[in-house]
């Protein structure tokens, strides 16, 4: 039956399951806040140059083909990876002492997680194991992974999900499947948009039909034949059903139960700096010895990752005024040797939305996903996901066959 459905949030989330859900003959209304769709999707641009303050790259070729068919371009390269200490020198990553022990813990590791198949191959959060819940430092040490713990540390810190003694086990598992895994640490071709990211928001907004830019989402107001009121600053509208993407405010929903469990919901403090640089530079660096700092170096990479280029991109976690902040990473960057001009560009993001591994252990996905649709309210995206453009795209398009496909009333 065709519905009338809001979606809230109009990033990549929020985007990609308006182009689904119309695909399968619904009328949706996605509404964005910001004047700009895309959220954590966003290139900025530099002569004829550009960088992303948000996502780069993507690794599944299920992805490639969701670009293709948008008609995004996109190709496959080499991303240069490598470690540097503090003053520039190149590191290894483990030592050369350690190569065997990684070797046989990786071998190890599909033995480990094939209890886990369910919580792990499942789309989204579902029928997670009490040990899944640990911090992932925790559930390395127990199964004697150390030096595995180490390859994921930099996927997970130098990307804005936290270090591997916060984060459950879950969420760095479900990351990084051992598909992503290995494409990360073998160094093999990722996808690089070649127009930024901003054209696969372009591509998915003109094929929408109803995108509200600027209009946010201030309530959510069941009624009782299980449609509900849509508030914007804008005025209100009535809806069959609403998709939440994003992490609101719980005082917006006006249903008890889908407001107590989304006052759950942390994210993580994460800062891109974008520079124009004195020389032209080509570095993918990771800088490991800041991986428990906040407001210092964590990742460094030119714009283009397969050739030199003027613009340097630089990650640092924290939530810190941006004047300390730079100057912190003015710092690490001269004493990297990295000679960099000037600031052009930077973006502090609230990323990542994800709840502790106590309310994991208490059932707390499992209450989302009985919730699911109740009084026509829906939680989707990077709330309901691991929140990669890989993951979010094959998750969105098995969410909407699931609660909106044919056979759904
Ligand atoms: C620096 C950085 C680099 C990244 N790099 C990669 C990468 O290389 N590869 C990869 O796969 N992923 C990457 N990611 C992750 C990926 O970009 C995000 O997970 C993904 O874009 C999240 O999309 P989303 O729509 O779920 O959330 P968001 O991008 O957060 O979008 C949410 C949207 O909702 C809007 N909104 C908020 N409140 C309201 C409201 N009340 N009403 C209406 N709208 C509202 C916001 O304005 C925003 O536009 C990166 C993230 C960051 C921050």
Redesign the pocket.
């Known amino acids: 039956m065709k519905k009338q459905i809001a979606v809230?949030?109009?990033?990549?989330?929020?985007?990609?399951l308006a182009y689904f859900l119309e695909k399968a003959g619904h009328q949706v209304t996605v509404?964005?806040?910001?004047e700009?769709?895309?959220?954590?999707?966003c290139s900025v641009f530099h002569k004829r140059e550009f960088c992303?303050?948000?996502?780069?790259?993507?690794?599944s070729e299920t992805?490639m083909k969701f670009l293709r068919q948008l008609g995004v371009k996109a190709e496959y390269k080499y991303f240069h990876r490598n470690f540097l200490g503090p003053d520039g020198q190149k590191q290894a990553q483990i030592g050369p002492d350690e190569i065997a022990g990684f070797q046989e813990q990786l071998k190890r590791l599909p033995e480990y997680l094939a209890p886990y198949q369910a919580a792990l191959s499942a789309p989204g959060w579902a029928h997670i194991p009490d040990a899944l819940t640990q911090s992932f430092e925790s559930w390395c040490n127990a199964n004697k992974l150390h030096t595995l713990m180490r390859v994921y540390a930099p996927h997970l810190v130098a990307?804005?999900f936290g270090k591997s003694s916060e984060i459950p086990a879950i969420y760095a598992l479900k990351y990084l499947d051992i598909m992503t895994l290995s494409s990360m640490i073998e160094s093999r071709k990722l996808i690089s948009f070649s127009n930024g990211?901003n054209e696969i928001i372009a591509k998915l907004s003109e094929r929408l039909d109803d995108l509200r830019l600027n209009?946010?989402?201030?309530g959510m107001i069941p009624l009782d034949n299980n449609r509900l009121t849509i508030k914007?600053p804008v005025g209100e509208e009535d809806f069959d059903a609403a998709v939440i993407?994003?992490?609101?405010?719980p005082s917006?929903i006006h249903a008890p139960d889908h407001a107590r469990l989304m006052s759950c919901y942390r994210r993580k403090a994460?800062?891109?700096l974008s520079y124009v640089a004195q020389e032209n530079y080509r570095t993918t660096s990771y800088f490991t010895h800041n991986f428990d700092k906040d407001g210092h170096l964590l990742l460094l990479y030119s714009s283009k990752p397969d050739q030199p280029g003027p613009l340097l991109t630089a990650?640092a976690a924290g939530d810190l005024p941006i004047k300390v902040l730079k100057a912190q990473i003015d710092a690490d960057l001269k004493q990297a040797g990295f000679k960099a001009e000037r600031l052009f560009a930077y973006?502090q993001?609230?990323?990542?939305?994800h709840v502790t591994g106590v309310e994991i252990k208490n059932g707390f996905y499992d209450q989302v996903n009985a919730l699911q649709g109740q009084q026509g309210i829906y939680f989707s995206?990077?709330?309901t996901?691991f929140?990669?453009?890989?993951?979010?795209t094959q998750y969105l398009s098995d969410f909407a066959t699931r609660y909106f496909g044919p056979d759904q009333p």
């Open positions: 809230v949030g109009g990033g990549y989330s929020g985007l990609t509404f964005e806040a910001e700009r769709a895309g959220g954590h999707c992303e303050l948000g996502s780069v790259l993507g690794t992805f990307f804005g990211a209009t946010p989402v201030t914007t993407t994003v992490p609101l405010d917006v994460y800062n891109v990650y973006k993001w609230q990323t990542f939305p995206g990077s709330l996901c929140p990669t453009l890989d993951k979010l």
